[in-house]
């Protein structure tokens, strides 16, 4: 199986802070790397496909890059709503995994 | 807008068959290209994807639980299904229910469904 490894496991931040949060695969993904959003008692909720694909209706202050290995999730101004747990999810090969999460949470 | 709606007993004992249903409402299960596919998420194992069914009735699972795992559809109802058996405290998770526009991630989610395993 492809491991996931997000970082870090916790951030503290503040709103309008530029957030960044790292996630690396195993082994080479291409750009088969999706990134989402959850809060407390919620499914996940995709935000980026294919690394850097805004998905519909997703704010454009998101984004992702990266390719291969490693992969980033920036958040340009951290909004209050944006204070939720973030995990990616590589769409490579089966068994599709996750990382194991990364909680952006107040400073 | 497609829905998903997980059901299903909240509390299974040790060794038997957990059992969840997949309602969806807003299309059609048989129509287009999609894998609709179950996941679970517990404090020690983060989220898990446990397997899926194709619109065209084929199924994937997760090496990690093939051996005890089924999953099905029942177009006539529009719905599909989960089945774990054998099942053990690690077995206790919020299970979802999702879709997947055959691009393997997930667009739409159920609300999630707490299933313990406990005698």
């Known amino acids: 199986d492809i491991q996931m490894t997000q970082s870090p496991s916790s951030l503290p931040a503040s709103v309008g802070d530029r957030v960044t949060i790292t996630c690396r695969a195993s082994?080479?993904?291409?750009?088969?790397l999706n990134w989402y959003q959850q809060k407390p008692g919620k499914a996940p909720n995709l935000l980026i496909h294919?690394?850097?694909r805004l998905q519909s209706g997703v704010p454009s202050r998101f984004s992702g890059s990266g390719s291969g290995s490693d992969f980033t999730l920036t958040i340009s101004s951290l909004q209050p709503d944006d204070f939720a747990t973030y995990y990616c999810q590589q769409s490579y090969i089966s068994p599709l995994t996750f990382g194991g999460g990364t909680k952006v949470e107040i400073k | 807008q497609v829905q998903l709606h997980e059901s299903g007993p909240g509390l299974v004992k040790p060794s038997q068959t957990l059992s969840l249903t997949c309602t969806v409402s807003g299309g059609s299960i048989s129509s287009g290209s999609y894998y609709w596919s179950w996941i679970r998420q517990s404090a020690g194992q983060g989220l898990e994807w446990i397997g899926r069914?194709?619109?065209?009735?084929?199924?994937d699972y997760n090496p990690s639980l093939i051996s005890r795992v089924t999953i099905s559809m029942d177009t006539s109802r529009n719905q599909f299904s989960l089945k774990l058996s054998s099942v053990t405290a690690a077995d206790t998770a919020v299970y979802y229910c999702a879709r997947d526009p055959s691009y393997d991630f997930w667009t739409d989610w159920g609300q999630g469904t707490l299933v313990t395993v406990s005698s």
């Open positions: 294919a690394a850097a």
């Open positions: 082994q080479n993904i291409g750009i088969y």
């Open positions: 069914v194709h619109t065209s009735g084929s199924t």
